[in-house]
């Protein structure tokens, strides 16, 4: 559940992702919030238009029909890959369709059920993007077009922090509906995980910044067991981020005994992406282990790191004792 962006919040994050904006006419004021509610939202809905042309497609998707008023959507994502904004707040894009549906996008859930009822208001609740497109799986979808599609659903997503399972096709939502036509939904939700793992392209700094976190304040560690381990703080980095850091302890303990030490990604509701456990050794009296790490982290997740202690003796009971510990290295936000 999601306060919509604002206006200007949604231009940023597009410009951020890498997309060419063009804000069309007073789409800023373009809705049909005066028919219904608009928001909480919870997702991205993708659409083909069934016209060809951009000119003739933004203006039907911004004045709409005498069936059904504009906006027709927020976005119209032309064949260049440009992104014609025409709607800021409700759009005649999505209609009704299932709440089972929903509820799996709310959730993030891997799979959506079948969409077979339509009993919910879409309109109020998903952004919606048109793609100019015949939608008759033979118009051609060029490879800019779908980076767009990619790009834009990602950057809604970024701005909300949610995952690329908050996009969803007009096709998955409403029964009957076949768009978007000519790509699946399921290699779209891969492009836009992806992008998400790391950093806008807009906002890519080729400079890197300098991680330095120090401490040494001896801590007990208990054999058995994982521990998240602060250095100076216990997030170490947060925000869209790629990262290649080094953790460095030096620990107290006797010889034959190993510690285990692995970064992880806790995400906004409490679940996490753990990393491959990195294994030392302690050569009795003080060790000096490290343990690196190289991924990315999304928008809403932090950067932690743990560690775990088993002394070479089964029923040795007694806890080593970290002396130092230092977090070093690189940051591209």
Same mark, same amino acid.
């Given at each position: 559940m999601a306060t919509p962006l604002s206006a200007d919040r949604l231009v940023a994050a597009l410009r951020a992702e890498g997309l060419k904006v063009v804000e @069309?006419?007073?789409?800023?004021?373009?809705?049909?919030?005066?028919?219904?509610?608009?928001?909480? =939202?919870?997702?991205?809905?993708?659409?083909?238009? =069934?016209?060809?042309?951009?000119?003739?497609?933004?203006?039907?998707? @911004?004045?709409?029909?005498?069936?059904?008023?504009?906006?027709?959507?927020? /976005?119209?994502?032309?064949?260049?890959?440009?992104? @014609?904004? =025409?709607?800021?707040?409700?759009?005649?894009?999505?209609?009704?369709?299932?709440?089972? =549906?929903?509820?799996?996008?709310?959730?993030?859930?891997?799979?959506?059920?079948?969409?077979?009822?339509a009993n919910t208001d879409g309109n109020a609740r998903f952004y919606g993007f048109e793609c100019v497109n015949l939608g008759d799986g033979r118009d051609?979808?060029?490879?800019?077009?779908?980076?767009?599609?990619?790009?834009?659903?990602?950057?809604?997503?970024?701005?909300? /922090?949610?995952s690329e399972r908050s996009v969803i096709g007009h096709l998955e939502?409403?029964? /009957?509906?076949?768009?978007?036509?000519?790509?699946?939904?399921?290699?779209?939700?891969?492009r836009i995980g992806d992008r998400l793992d790391g950093p806008p392209d807009a906002e890519e700094d080729p400079v890197p910044k300098t991680i330095g976190l120090y401490d040494a304040d001896n801590r007990k560690l208990?054999?058995?067991?994982?521990?998240?381990?602060?250095v100076e703080r216990t997030t170490l980095l947060t925000g869209a981020t790629v990262y290649d850091v080094l953790v460095q302890l030096t620990l107290t303990a006797p010889a034959g005994g190993t510690v285990q030490g692995r970064f992880f990604h806790l995400r906004a509701d409490g679940?996490?992406?753990?990393?491959?456990?990195?294994?030392r050794g302690t050569s009795g009296g003080k060790s000096f282990l490290d343990f690196p790490g190289k991924g990315s982290i999304r928008a809403a997740e932090k950067l932690q790191f743990e560690v775990a202690y088993f002394p070479a003796a089964p029923d040795d009971t007694a806890a080593a004792v970290i002396d130092t510990r230092r977090a070093r290295g690189l940051y591209w936000a």
């Open positions: @069309y006419r007073s789409w800023r004021t373009n809705n049909r919030n005066s028919k219904g509610a608009w928001g909480p =939202v919870h997702g991205v809905m993708i659409h083909h238009t =069934v016209t060809e042309g951009t000119d003739a497609s933004v203006r039907l998707c @911004y004045e709409g029909h005498s069936s059904l008023p504009g906006p027709l959507c927020h /976005g119209v994502i032309a064949k260049d890959g440009t992104v @014609y904004l =025409v709607g800021n707040g409700r759009a005649n894009h999505a209609g009704l369709g299932d709440d089972d =549906v929903l509820r799996a996008v709310i959730n993030e859930a891997a799979t959506l059920p079948a969409d077979n009822e051609p979808w060029p490879a800019a077009q779908l980076e767009a599609i990619e790009k834009a659903s990602a950057a809604v997503c970024r701005a909300h /922090g949610w939502w409403q029964p /009957g509906k076949v768009d978007p036509k000519g790509f699946t939904m399921s290699s779209m939700r891969t208990a054999p058995g067991g994982w521990t998240t381990l602060p679940s996490r992406w753990t990393g491959g456990i990195v294994e």
